[in-house]
């Protein structure tokens, strides 16, 4: 089963930038693994905030973005707020199967 | 609005088998596409279990193969999950999910406890 990697822990400061990324052990990352990214608040479900790469949903704030970036899948945060600080999860499929990555706990301070 | 409701047991007995149901509502099953199961240990992070569309077919984590059977009953517009042996490992949050957007339920709580 392929793994899934994320960085531990980021940290940005309010207004900032900072890019999360997503890889395989598999090889590059790209758009036919239809990356998701999900945003979980402590006690709360996680939210969608990104699918099939780079798509945001209804409820996404314009400053995330989800794009491919150096054979990894990225979600881009610009002009973090602190309400931003939660942990991110990607999901990538495995024309079938999917698979988690460990999660990114984002800091913003 | 897609909306998504799990429900079962929040207890379990060791060896014995989980069984959840993921009631949805705003979308009919019938329409596509794939309904997934995930969990959350207590202080970990996320695991896919599988994911099923209308037809019937599923893809499961290889993990958990063994263990794991997604249904679909499309006349209740609702899927459901067992997981059988359970352990204390089990122990966890179960989401219910619809690929596409990607709308979540709010999760249940299931301790395996005797």
């Known amino acids: 089963q392929a793994v899934v990697t994320q960085e531990p822990s980021l940290t940005v400061s309010p207004g900032g930038t900072v890019t999360l990324t997503c890889g395989s052990s598999?090889?590059?990352?790209?758009?036919?693994?239809?990356p998701y990214w999900f945003q979980q608040k402590p006690g709360q479900a996680p939210r969608t905030l990104i699918y099939?790469?780079?798509i945001k949903h209804s409820w996404t704030p314009a400053r995330f973005s989800g794009s491919l970036l150096g054979g990894k899948a990225a979600l881009t945060l610009s002009g973090a707020q602190p309400e931003d600080e939660a942990d991110y999860y990607c999901?990538?499929?495995?024309?079938?199967?999917?698979?988690f990555g460990g999660g990114t706990k984002l800091t913003v301070l | 609005q897609v909306q998504l409701q799990e429900s079962g047991p929040g207890l379990v007995k060791p060896s014995e088998t989980l069984s959840l149901t993921c009631a949805v509502s705003?979308?009919?099953?019938?329409?596509?596409?794939?309904w997934g199961w995930m969990r959350q240990p207590p202080g970990k992070g996320l695991e896919w279990f599988g994911s099923?569309?209308?037809?019937?077919?599923?893809y499961y984590n290889p993990s958990l193969r063994s263990r794991v059977t997604i249904s679909v009953d499309t006349s209740k517009n609702q899927f459901s999950l067992r997981l059988s042996s359970v352990t204390a490992a089990d122990t966890a949050v179960y989401y219910c999910?619809?690929?596409?957007?990607?709308?979540w339920g709010q999760g249940t709580l299931v301790t395996v406890s005797s």
């Open positions: 705003g979308f009919s099953i019938s329409n596509g596409f794939y």
């Open positions: 598999t090889g590059a990352v790209t758009s036919d693994h239809y």
């Open positions: 099939d790469t780079g």
């Open positions: 099923i569309d209308h037809t019937g077919s599923a």
């Open positions: 999910a619809r690929e596409g957007e990607g709308y």
């Open positions: 999901l990538l499929s495995y024309s079938g199967p999917r698979v």
